[in-house]
């Protein structure tokens, strides 16, 4: 399976580590320490760049990916990731969100943001 991970923070690093063995993993993040310091770590090729665009998208290989995991610091950008990705792909989105406020969006609604999963992680 082919797993993209918008983030090398905390939690990008270690969905990363637990799914590198077993499947792709291509990580994406803004901050080139982060990204170089990550693909010695791990058996995981990196992108440099903002995963909420086109561009970056594509470059991680979003066409043929099956899961996209948005895990940056910011929900914004993680929702409008995983709207990107919808739009360019059939890969499955999980989206990352610390405010209860899109939790209750996503979950009154049918197909809002482009997200197949929100996880809440104050909420764990």
Known sequence: M????????????RVAAKLDAAHDVVVIDTD??????LGYELDVL???GDSSTIG???EAGIADA?????STDS????????????????????????SVKYIETWDRADDVFGVD????????
Do not use: F, H, P, Y
């Open 75 to 98: 929900d914004e950008i993680n929702i409008l990731t995983c709207e990107t990705a919808k739009a360019l792909s059939d890969a499955t989105t999980v989206a990352r969100v610390r």
């Open 32 to 37: 080139a320490d982060r990204i170089d310091g």
């Open 46 to 48: 990196t992108v440099l």
């Open 66 to 70: 099956d899961l996209l995991i948005a």
């Open 2 to 13: 082919r797993v993209i991970i918008a983030g090398a923070g905390q939690v990008g690093r």
């Open 117 to 124: 999963l929100m996880v809440g992680t104050n909420l764990l």
């Open 56 to 58: 970056t998208l594509q």
